[in-house]
């Protein structure tokens, strides 16, 4: 009895599986299979560029470039800077790029990918590129001074850099027995070096003449792999033509024992500059003096035979005619400049009136300058008459104040030099008699 009513409640659950199951959609195989397959998809690794023949910066002859990852690939794209033309096929594991023309000679050549997808689906997870120099014919790269260029400084060495390597990697002892590529138009004595295998500097022994054009010819050479320069090549530059950079002294109240310093921007001729240089104003058509250099004969020192003339507007003149070092070219442009010496000093002011009378004994005096006058000679022209009684000992110091009144602390260019000033302290003070 049990029995049948458990068949009884099973039938219908039986029957409504069966309809369930006839009457449900068909699932595609292959769909089903992508659906499971994606999320193993998402899990692989990203391919990765093992090795580029020819290496990442070698030369480069315009053959074929191969490109070999870890892993099988499906398909990529390369992009080559500068542009050029060829085609990028998928062999296994290596991507080829094989190029439609010739690259240009002695060119740097960047590879690119666009776009690199492994056969298992996986694409690369950064941008991979490399670069490659294409060979040719050894060639010149650049020069220092460069062709044409003008006012270069007479001190510059002169620098080739070519495009391979030229030389073997020597010492500096085997120096020496190397190659000598440059010739100079006009000629200048100097020592040559190799500083790297491809790079060669010459340096003049003096510097070079102001103010002239140069031509220099690098011999045709042949490169450590066999390569060779097809023509010789040539290049020029001009050196620059001195010029004044400052001249001493300027503005006012200058000392009437100041010295004039001029000091140029390359070595001068002494007699030329000298002859050049002219220290005057109406009433002095021409100032004398002694003149002196330092050792690199940039600075002209002029000291004047007498004391300048107080008050006067004198001009440092220095014309064209002076001539560089090497006496190959005159200054750029003349010079002139002028300054004020000061004028003879008269006492503008005291602190005390003269024959004044009751004056505190602790009291100082001063005296005020129309004009700055020299510390030395101050101390030459001042005379104490002692008037007072045998109990008091006089005494006197000098400062360097400035005449607040004139604006002098707050105008600095009228500041007076130092050793100078406008302003005499006296003091005294009683001490009685030993």
């Known amino acids: 009895m049990q029995r049948r009513f458990f068949f009884k409640i099973l039938n219908p659950i039986l029957l409504f599986a069966l309809i369930f199951t006839i009457s449900a959609p068909a699932v595609n195989p292959a769909v089903q299979a992508e659906t499971l397959a994606a999320p193993a998809m998402q899990e692989l690794a990203a391919p990765v560029l093992l090795s580029t023949t020819p290496a990442s910066g070698a030369s480069w002859d315009g053959g074929p470039v191969v490109f070999t990852f870890n892993e099988a690939m499906a398909s990529a794209q390369l992009a080559v800077t500068p542009e050029l033309a060829g085609e990028t096929t998928v062999d296994g594991a290596n991507v080829i790029f094989t190029p439609g ?140 033509a001195p010029i004044v950079i400052d001249a001493k002294p300027s503005g006012i109240l200058v000392p009437p024992d100041a010295k004039i310093t001029v000091t140029f921007s390359q070595a001068m001729d002494r007699a030329s500059t000298e002859a050049a240089f002219k220290l005057w104003n109406e009433g002095h058509p021409s100032i004398p003096g002694v003149f002196a250099w330092n050792d690199a004969n940039t600075v002209l020192t002029f000291t004047p035979d007498d004391l300048l003339p107080f008050g006067d507007i004198l001009a440092i003149e220095i014309a064209d005619t002076a001539l560089a070092q090497s006496q190959a070219g005159g200054l750029r442009e003349p010079w002139y400049s002028t300054f004020t010496v000061a004028p003879t000093p008269t006492i503008k002011s005291t602190s005390i009136l003269p024959d004044a009378r009751g004056v505190n004994p602790e009291s100082e005096l001063r005296i005020a300058f129309t004009a700055p006058v020299s510390e030395t000679l101050l101390f030459e022209a001042i005379r104490i008459e002692e008037v007072v009684t045998s109990t008091q000992v006089i005494s006197f110091t000098y400062t360097d104040l400035y005449d607040l009144t004139n604006g002098f602390e707050q105008q600095a260019e009228f500041a007076p030099p130092p050793g100078y000033g406008t302003h005499l302290m006296l003091n005294w003070y009683k001490q009685p008699n030993t």
């Open 101 to 240: 023309d010739a690259p240009a000679a002695n060119t740097l050549y960047r590879f690119s990918f666009v776009e690199a997808t492994a056969a298992s689906g996986a694409a690369i997870a950064s941008v991979l590129e490399i670069t490659l120099q294409s060979s040719g014919p050894l060639n010149v790269l650049s020069t220092q001074p460069s062709n044409g260029a003008v006012d270069v400084d007479p001190n510059t060495p002169i620098t080739v850099i070519f495009s391979r390597p030229v030389v073997p990697l020597v010492g500096i002892e085997e120096q020496a027995t190397l190659p000598q590529p440059l010739d100079f138009d006009p000629f200048f004595e100097g020592s040559g070096q190799w500083v790297s295998t491809s790079v060669y500097q010459f340096t003049p022994a003096v510097p070079l003449a102001a103010a002239t054009t140069y031509n220099v010819t690098v011999a045709p050479m042949t490169a450590v792999d066999g390569s060779a320069m097809t023509d010789a090549v040539s290049f020029s530059f001009s050196t620059s």
